[in-house]
């Protein structure tokens, strides 16, 4: 799969570069769970860089959202219109994301691109407490359809995104030591293909993504350094999620797609997305299978 297109990127390049016009969030509001540290800030960049009209910048512990918010702010261009807006929000708690939302409708914001890159991560497999494992799956899966479709909710305009940080752990086998992370990443990784077959991608077009090996703190915390691999730049992941968020990126509604791969040549391949399983999750070493045909 590393080798999927010929070209393999480790770093941004000009096609998702978010400086350039085609990739524009001018006059957009995007909002970014997980965001005030990590690869969620590093989007946060990207999406300033892109000329979003507001960026908002969503985190669990108040000091951390506010020193992000400072970062953000001092590294943000004096000639940059973007309206950088925190909210502190724990999305593991339904009673604050809806509060969240609440709060965006009294404040008249329309949220056009909803990016899902908060996560429970970690070690723990399916023969530990059965709460713990599920745990995984509250925050992993239920939280973040509670935020789709709270964010879905907002209205019928045209033209939103929903992009989800997913990882490759949906599909390596085996998984190691990290079994129920990728159990509930790889659960929500596919509703989120289930409701790109329910909303029109001209209402809202909804990609999924592998950010690519990144050296986050979570990472180093994990034990990692920079001589354990050839690590990914973290700006590879954060503009390809601004690129994803785009009407270039329409074509691949419902897939799911690693940072690495050429963007170029994922487009000369449009025509392999008749195959309605292609760059989906399902059964490896067997043709996609249509519910239509499977009760046919």
């Known amino acids: 799969m590393t080798t999927f297109t010929k070209i393999h990127h480790h770093k941004s390049y000009p096609a998702i570069d978010p400086t350039s016009s085609a990739n524009s969030q001018k ?11 990590g690869i969620g800030f590093e989007i946060a960049r990207a999406f300033i860089s892109a000329s979003a009209s507001r960026v908002i910048i969503l985190g669990r512990r108040q000091d951390v959202l506010d020193a992000a918010v400072s970062n953000l702010e001092s590294w943000k261009p004096a000639s940059s219109a973007t309206i950088i807006t925190p909210f502190r929000c724990d999305i593991s708690h339904e009673i604050e994301i809806k509060e969240l939302w609440e709060k965006l409708e009294r404040e008249d914001i329309e949220v056009d691109g909803l990016i899902l890159n908060a996560a429970k991560t970690g070690p723990l497999g399916a023969t530990a407490d059965w709460k713990k494992v599920w745990e995984y799956f509250e925050m992993n899966v239920l939280a973040n359809l509670q935020m789709a479709q709270m ?13 989800n940080v997913s990882t490759a752990a949906v599909h390596v086998n085996p998984v190691g030591d990290h079994g129920v992370y990728a159990s509930s990443k790889a659960s929500f990784t596919h509703l989120l293909q289930v409701l790109a077959d329910e909303v029109d991608v001209e209402c809202c077009q909804i990609l999924s993504y592998h950010p690519g090996r990144i050296l986050t703190e979570s990472a180093k915390e ?16 954060a503009a390809w999620c601004v690129w994803a968020s785009t ?15 050429d963007v170029d040549e994922l487009f000369e391949m449009k025509e392999r997305l008749e195959d309605q399983g292609f760059l989906k999750l399902g ?14």
């Open 27 to 37: 006059g957009r509001t995007v909002l970014i769970t997980g965001s005030s540290a």
């Open 283 to 296: 059964l490896q070493g067997v043709d996609s299978l249509s519910h239509d045909a499977l009760f046919s």
């Open 222 to 237: 994990a034990g990692f350094t920079e001589e354990s691999f050839s690590w990914d730049s973290v700006e590879l992941p």
């Open 247 to 261: 009407k270039q990126a329409s074509y691949l509604h419902g897939r799911y797609l690693w940072t690495n791969w």
């Open 151 to 163: 964010f879905l909710a907002q209205g019928p305009e045209k033209g939103k995104a929903i992009v």
